[in-house]
């Protein structure tokens, strides 16, 4: 899973992933709580699809004040990450899904 917000209501940029079936998980990003985050702006109500084991998009959402996203940020290994601006306008709450890996 990626980002959403914590018991605070502070927003969060970090990655995880499970080892073990969901009975073990761990930040993919190693280090301090600093180090961990993503590259993309911490943010909730976006849409975060998994392809695969390692591939990953992470789409729009909600940073913050009256700030909402149309970015794109696509991921091969869960590490790197690249960015894309959306054709489609700022928006949160929206729904995502993988349609035969596109």
Do not use: C
């Not at 761990?26 to 702006?41: E, I, K, M």
């Amino acid at each position: 899973f990626a980002g959403g917000a914590g018991p605070k209501g502070e927003l969060l940029n970090e990655v995880w992933r499970s080892t073990k079936d969901g009975s073990d998980w761990g930040p993919v990003l190693q280090g301090s709580s600093q180090s961990r985050n993503a590259p993309w702006a911490p943010r909730s109500g976006h849409q975060f699809v998994a392809v695969g084991a390692t591939t990953a998009w992470l789409m729009g959402g909600y940073a913050g004040g009256v700030t909402f996203l149309n970015d794109v940020w696509i991921t091969t290994d869960l590490s790197h990450w690249h960015n894309y601006t959306a054709q489609w306008s700022r928006r949160t709450g929206h729904m995502a899904v993988d349609f035969s890996g596109k």
